[in-house]
Every structure is written in structure tokens, then in C-alpha cells.
T-cell receptor
Framework: EAGVAQSPRYKIIEKRQSVAFWCNPI?????LYWYQQILGQGPKLLIQ????????DSQLPKDRFSAERLKGVDSTLKIQPAKLEDSAVYLC?????????????FGPGTRLTVT | KQEVTQIPAALSVPEGENLVLNCSFT??????LQWFRQDPGKGLTSLLL?????REQTSGRLNASLDKSSGRSTLYIAASQPGDSATYLC??????????FGKGTTLSVSS
């Protein structure tokens, strides 16, 4: 079974520019998560989707971050405009559902550097 | 608010040594506790998942224990190898929420 795919793997942008990340979850996985991992920290949830609906976006900085999951499959995460503190690895994960027994599978991440 | 703490932040050991990584969490109302491995520039690989009703899980040279009432978990690695060098992350989930992670322990095993 193919794993969670993410692109691009690396991105360097200047502050105030915009950037978008793409995630393709494992086929059949209804739940999709975006995490932000700042260097030296554990991943922190940004947004959780169940199919194409948002379950939790309480930690998403909505003034600059947006995410969508059209058709309940692929997802994009956008930052506009980027700040220096957005430099991090953005991890996408998916699971069969958001119940307690379903493990999350993680993608390789996108490393963003904002200069 | 759930907080997850991992001690130590970094650990260096010679090959062959047995070692223990510690994880603590502030709210005992968890459903699962999971240990992950993260290699530099890579995503997360799940090592062991312990359900709240379980006390431990084993996989090869790895053994994870869970004491939910005291809010603690340990990851025991037997006969460490240089290939075990990585960052180990502990995470908990509550009632179907997303995972809450600790900051990780960076392990270096020298040959």
C-alpha cells in the first residue's frame, strides 16, 4: 500500500511571500491531519479533517494559514503571507477514521525555510 | 490542557547498552500512547502503540510500558545499535483527538 505523499519536500521563500503544500493520504483514509514541527519541538496539530469537513482547527493561525480538502481526498495547506517563525517541517498524516483505535500514518513532511 | 514531557532531551550511549527513555503526561484520561521514531529529514515511524487498557507492548528489542494512573510511560531499548540513533517521540491521544507530542529524546549510539 502506498504511504502518505507530500510535496514539495523542501521549500525556501522570503517573508511575506505565499506558499502551498500538498498532501495525498492513504487510499480509503477518511481522516487527514496537518501538523507543524518546529526544530527541536514535537509536532503540533494545525488542522484535522474528517472527509472534507473540519474537525479541529483551533490551533491554526487563521489570519495567515488556510487549508482545504476538496472531495475528501487530497489536501492543501497554504500560508499567506509567511513569517520567519513559520520555518518548520509540515507533516501530513492520515488514518482510517478519527476513532481511538486507528493509527495515524505520517508522510515524509515538507521542510519550509522562510528567510 | 494535556502536556507531554520527555526526559532526557538527549542521550549518548555505546553500542550494546540497554537504555530507557521516559515520557510523562499531565492528564491521565488518555486513550492511546504511542512511541514514534524520527530520522533526520524524515517523517515519523510508529514503533509501538499502547491502548489505555494495556500495560505494555513489545516489538523485537523494544518494550514500552504504560502506567496511566501515574501519567508515565517508558520505552526500553535492549542491546542498542548504531542504527537506533534517531529522535524518539512520545504522543498521547484523548477521545479521538489528534496526537499530542512531547519534544522527543535524541538518541546517539556509538560503535
Amino acid at each position: 500500500e502506498a504511504g502518505v505523499a507530500q510535496s514539495p519536500r523542501y521549500k525556501i521563500i522570503e517573508k511575506r511571500q505565499s506558499v502551498a503544500f500538498w498532501c495525498n493520504p492513504i487510499s480509503g483514509h477518511a481522516t487527514l491531519y496537518w501538523y507543524q514541527q518546529i526544530l527541536g519541538q514535537g509536532p503540533k496539530l494545525l488542522i484535522q479533517f474528517q472527509n472534507n469537513g473540519v474537525v479541529d482547527d483551533s490551533q491554526l493561525p487563521k489570519d495567515r494559514f488556510s487549508a482545504e480538502r476538496l472531495k475528501g481526498v487530497d489536501s492543501t495547506l497554504k500560508i499567506q503571507p509567511a513569517k520567519l517563525e513559520d520555518s518548520a517541517v509540515y507533516l501530513c498524516a492520515s488514518s482510517f477514521s478519527h476513532g481511538v483505535l486507528y493509527e495515524q500514518d505520517f508522510g515524509p513532511g515538507t521542510r519550509l525555510t522562510v528567510t | 490542557k494535556q502536556e507531554v514531557t520527555q526526559i532526557p532531551a538527549a542521550l549518548s550511549v555505546p553500542e550494546g547498552e540497554n537504555l530507557v527513555l521516559n515520557c510523562s503526561f499531565t492528564d491521565s484520561a488518555i486513550y492511546n500512547l504511542q512511541w514514534f521514531r524520527q530520522d533526520p529529514g524524515k517523517g515519523l515511524t510508529s514503533l509501538l502503540l499502547i491502548q489505555s487498557s494495556q500495560r505494555e507492548q513489545t516489538s523485537g528489542r523494544l518494550n514500552a510500558s504504560l502506567d496511566k494512573s501515574s501519567g508515565r510511560s517508558t520505552l526500553y531499548i535492549a542491546a542498542s545499535q548504531p542504527g537506533d540513533s534517531a529522535t524518539y517521540l512520545c504522543a498521547v491521544d484523548q477521545a479521538g483527538t489528534a496526537l499530542i507530542f512531547g519534544k522527543g529524546t535524541t538518541l546517539s549510539v556509538s560503535s
